[in-house]
């Protein structure tokens, strides 16, 4: 499968533990995005991360989000001490050309905070 | 003003009828425009580019209007399966965070 591949499907977890999100670009893609979507909201902007770098981080909240896309392995969203209100389904993108070209999307990780 | 606006809907539409949505973007420097469809709980899809000289794929028709600041997307001879949200996404020259509208949804009745 070529395709942008995420994983775990489905993750939960207890109040105040980490949650641990993994994105792997299509092929050749080396421009990532990470997006949120709350139940019957539309997709917000969290981040956009190139190989190394983080060129955007506009949306991501200022406490408990980090993301990175090391040189070798997935890019990786990680929440700390999460709360109910991070349960969404977070959508990683990637595309060849940044902004200029379409996304192509994972099938996302749905986040449930029990 | 938001960035991308959208007609959350819902539109309900008869099967075999045309059905069109519109767009507004704030950003007059806007460069790149795109609809996606998401079915329900599923992952966004690519469903067309929008060109500046407007561009059609097969029952599909998407327009922009840089004077007005809003594209559009025209669905004719609708089917079931065109039920879905329909996102609006766009972005300006120089900044690569493509943005999502919050989506129209879009029903198709028997």
């Known amino acids: 499968n070529a395709g942008v591949m995420q994983n775990p499907r489905h993750l939960v977890r207890r109040r105040g533990q980490e949650a641990r999100l993994r994105c792997s670009p299509m092929?050749?893609?080396?421009?990532v995005y990470w997006y949120r979507q709350l139940p019957e909201e539309g997709l917000k902007f969290m981040v956009y991360?190139?190989?190394?770098?983080?060129?955007?981080e506009s949306g991501m909240p200022k406490e408990r989000f980090s993301a990175e896309f090391p040189k070798e392995g997935p890019s990786i969203l990680r929440i700390q001490q999460v709360v109910r209100g991070d349960s969404a389904a977070y959508f990683c993108?990637?595309?060849?050309?940044?902004?200029?070209?379409?996304?192509?999307f994972g099938n996302g990780t749905r986040l449930t905070v029990t | 003003r938001k960035e991308v606006e959208q007609d959350p809907g819902p539109f309900n539409v008869p099967e075999g009828a045309t059905v069109a949505f519109n767009c507004t973007y704030s950003n007059s420097a806007s460069q790149s425009f795109f609809w996606y469809r998401q079915d329900c709980r599923k992952e966004p899809k690519l469903l067309m580019s929008v060109y500046s000289s407007g561009n059609e794929d097969g029952r599909f028709t998407a327009q922009l209007n840089r004077a007005s600041q809003y594209i559009s997307l025209l669905i004719r001879d609708s089917k079931l399966s065109d039920s879905a949200t329909y996102l609006c996404v766009v972005n300006h020259f120089g900044n690569e965070k493509l943005t999502f509208g919050t989506g129209t949804r879009l029903t198709i009745i028997p």
């Open positions: 092929k050749g893609h080396s421009h």
């Open positions: 991360l190139q190989k190394e770098n983080i060129i955007d």
């Open positions: 993108a990637s595309s060849g050309n940044g902004g200029d070209s379409p996304l192509h």
